[in-house]
């Protein structure tokens, strides 16, 4: 493993083969995928330091539920439906975060390739997806596609399938000044990540160094995270994923620093998951088990159990291979990472539908 390595090194260690043309990771992309919506709601909910738009995309009615409180008060009062009173509504709402980090483009191009197939009953790749169309119709859809555009347009080889764990470091999480990777997770001991002892700015960042998984919860500083907040304030989900990319199999992690029973939710919501994989023979992470946060060590108040406390809805993290190369990593293909995105999604529309159907209200 490296310990310094400069901008021209890493440019120097890109692949030199061609990025499939499904794959989404840049703006450009972004934004002309937004120009063929013709049945979805497309909006703009804020602007990156870096002066880019944050795109929010939505399928279904919203049902506007009356509200008395916001989710604490509501909580307090021991009555959340003075919040939303979601089991009222004809339809669950779903909220998917886009990549918060700007290398981690394999949720980027799963989520365009879910507004494709709501668009047209076919994926990025024109394959047919009638079953997971036929789920999205019976929900509203909430999709925020990237939640770092700056992150985003600093990423230069669009994604990192067949390269290694140092081009994580330096493209994710960038150098000190002395050309010193970062890495994970000392990157998060500077924070926002400006200076004159930084170097190459990874992708974890805005262009004001902020790591969006760890603004000010109690006043963001970000615009990207004031309005990912907004949004779910606003939408109070049923389901909230927030969508990142590491070098093992695919994963959703256990939320910190929420109820017992809502971890619980979402280890059933991972089962579904992990099924769902078993059957493709693709590989996937083990099962969690609920438990408080004892030491502080343990976990961090990041922006899941953030989202979760702002609208009451279970949220968790799901880590997507990026298709790495090393003796640690889980490498699989493009099309397979395509396969795991959508495989994610038609399992949380089938869990919200399925509780529906049983009378489960959160």
């Not at 307090?76 to 669950?92: F, G, H, L, V």
């Not at 970062?182 to 924070?191: A, E, I, L, M, V």
């Not at 579904?272 to 961090?300: T, W």
Request: with cysteine; proline share 8%; charged share 20%.
């Amino acid at each position: 493993m490296r310990e310094t390595m400069t901008y021209a090194e890493a440019v120097g260690r890109m692949l030199d083969q061609p990025v499939p043309g499904f794959w989404v990771a840049d703006s450009d992309r972004i934004a002309e995928e937004m120009t063929r919506l013709r049945r979805g709601d497309v909006s703009v909910v804020a602007e990156s330091p870096g002066g880019y738009p944050l795109w929010l995309v939505t399928y279904g009615d919203r049902e506007v539920p009356k509200r008395h409180a916001n989710f604490n008060s509501a909580v307090a009062a021991r009555a959340p439906e003075a919040y939303a009173d979601k089991a009222a509504r004809t339809r669950p709402v779903l909220y998917f975060v886009g990549p918060v980090h700007g290398h981690e483009t394999e949720g980027l191009t799963g989520l365009l390739s879910l507004i494709r197939v709501m668009e047209t009953g076919h994926d990025l790749q024109g394959r047919p997806q009638p079953e997971l169309q036929r789920l999205g119709e019976q929900c509203r859809l909430v999709i925020l596609p990237t939640g770092n555009p700056d992150g985003l347009a600093r990423f230069e080889p669009r994604l990192l399938n067949g390269m290694g764990h140092d081009d994580i470091r330096f493209w994710g999480q960038g150098t000190d000044a002395r050309d010193v990777l970062w890495g994970w997770p000392g990157c998060k001991s500077q924070h926002p990540m400006v200076g004159p002892h930084v170097g190459f700015l990874g992708c974890y960042f805005n262009d004001q160094g902020v790591n969006p998984m760890h603004d000010e919860w109690f006043g963001a500083t970000s615009a990207e995270v004031t309005a990912l907040l907004r949004v779910a304030r606003q939408e109070a989900p049923d389901l909230i994923t927030v969508l990142h990319s590491h070098q093992a199999p695919p994963a959703v992690l256990r939320p910190g620093y929420v109820p017992l029973e809502v971890q619980a939710e979402v280890g059933a919501l991972a089962a579904r998951v992990y099924a769902l994989l078993d059957a493709l023979s693709l590989r996937h992470g083990r099962p969690f088990e609920p438990q408080a946060e004892m030491d502080p060590r343990s976990a961090s108040f990041n922006l899941v159990p953030a989202l979760y406390h702002t609208s009451g809805a279970p949220t968790f993290t799901f880590e997507c291979p990026h298709g790495t190369v090393g003796a640690d990593a889980y490498t699989v293909e493009p099309e397979q990472i395509l396969d795991i995105q959508l495989t994610l999604y038609r399992a949380m529309l089938q869990h919200v539908l399925g509780d529906r159907a049983a009378g489960v209200a959160r």
